[in-house]
């Protein structure tokens, strides 16, 4: 991860290997933890938009797994967030859902008004690389997102409206509403209900992983 991607290759199905390598193998959510900066740091800076994308799903997936008390305080979170803030810029659809997944992640696993101090900063402070913002300026573009304001016209209007619904979906649960379920058709004719946000991060991995297979 820290020496292949500087080749400058797309390495997205990589990542999502990776991933699920940890999560299957790694006993210990540290090291979890650990991949989950890796995977940042490779994002920003990786020109490729596929792997930009592949690293924030691949984060969330893994972010899931990891017991909030865990997580050492409030420092891996808000430094995350603002990274995630970042990436709802990108001009590439794909980047900034992946993006609002993950925020939308923070939310229902962290207590966020608690854990995240810049809420109630005074003046914008900046974490290396970018401006520190709160959590009211990050729901405001995922709302400006959902709304398609401001947004990059030569986008796809298939894509614009996948993209918008998706946010919808985003700012629905961070209000605190209930996710919409999927329901998957087992083989032998049962069928399983997934109403978990985890959960639900969990099922798309593993569909995209497994393909036809899933």
Same mark, same amino acid.
């Given at each position: ?6 080749? #400058?290759?797309?390495? =997205? ?17 540290y ?12 994002a920003e800076?990786?020109?490729? =938009? ?10 969330? +997936?893994? +972010? ?29 659809? #794909?980047?900034?859902?992946?993006? #609002?997944? =993950? ?14 101090? =810049? ?23 995922? #709302? ?5 304001m ?30 919409q ?5 087992l ?11 985890e ?16």
């Amino acid at each position: 991860l820290t020496t292949e991607i500087k080749k #400058g290759d797309n390495y =997205s199905e990589f990542v999502i290997g990776i991933a699920v390598i940890y999560f299957v193998e790694s006993p210990d959510s540290y090291d979890v933890l650990a991949l989950c900066r890796l995977l940042l740091s490779s994002a920003e800076h990786e020109k490729s =938009s596929a792997h930009r994308e592949a690293c924030l799903s691949a984060w969330t +997936f893994l +972010f899931s797994t990891v017991p909030p008390v865990q997580l050492g305080g409030s420092a891996f979170v808000e430094v995350a967030l603002q990274k995630m803030h970042h990436y709802l810029f990108d001009d590439d659809t #794909g980047v900034r859902v992946a993006a #609002g997944e =993950s925020i939308t992640m923070m939310f229902v696993r962290c207590n966020l008004g608690a854990l995240i101090a =810049s809420q109630d900063a005074g003046e914008p402070e900046t974490d290396g690389t970018h401006e520190r913002v709160g959590l009211d300026a990050i729901l405001q573009r995922m #709302g400006e997102i959902e709304k398609n304001m401001a947004e990059d016209k030569r986008k796809s209007k298939s894509d614009r409206a996948e993209q918008r619904q998706r946010f919808k979906e985003y700012l629905r649960i961070i209000e605190g509403e209930v996710p919409q379920s999927q329901r998957i058709v087992l083989p032998n004719g049962q069928t399983l209900e997934v109403d978990q946000y985890e959960d639900l991060i969990f099922v798309n991995m593993t569909r995209r992983l497994l393909a036809d297979g899933f």
